[in-house]
């Protein structure tokens, strides 16, 4: 059975950092173009960070760039979410996805082949 997940919730003062993991069990993460995306009950889901299956392609939404970074250790099986910087607005329920296809991974389709339950990152003094 297909499962991934995402440890790492947290709660992080404002200018503080965290890091996200998306962990699969039953598929190979290093095959698929993986994304984090972030929603709020009362906004709608948001592409926060995408990266290609051969790693040559990555997208930041504009509210992110220059603070956050994904990467992935393929021995591991992992994905990870750098989040610098944080602020208020980066409050969200974050989730992972992986698809076979980056470009739907970056249009955050809800189709995608496989997501995460998410995790909550709360950024509060």
């Known amino acids: 059975q297909v499962h991934l997940r995402e440890p790492g919730a947290g709660l992080v003062q404002p200018g503080g950092s965290l890091r996200l993991s998306c962990a699969a069990s039953g598929l190979a993460l290093d095959v698929y173009a993986i994304g984090w995306f972030r929603q709020a009950p009362w906004k709608e889901r948001e592409a926060v960070s995408c990266?290609?299956?051969?790693?040559?392609?990555?997208y930041y939404g504009d509210s992110v760039k220059g603070r956050f970074a994904i990467s992935r250790d393929n021995a591991k099986n992992m994905v990870y979410l750098q989040m610098n910087s944080l602020e208020a607005e980066d409050t969200d329920k974050y989730y992972c996805a992986a698809d076979w296809s980056y470009h739907k991974v970056v249009a955050g389709l809800g189709s995608l082949e496989h997501w995460g339950q998410g995790t909550l990152v709360t950024v509060s003094s």
């Open positions: 990266i290609s299956a051969n790693d040559k392609e990555t």
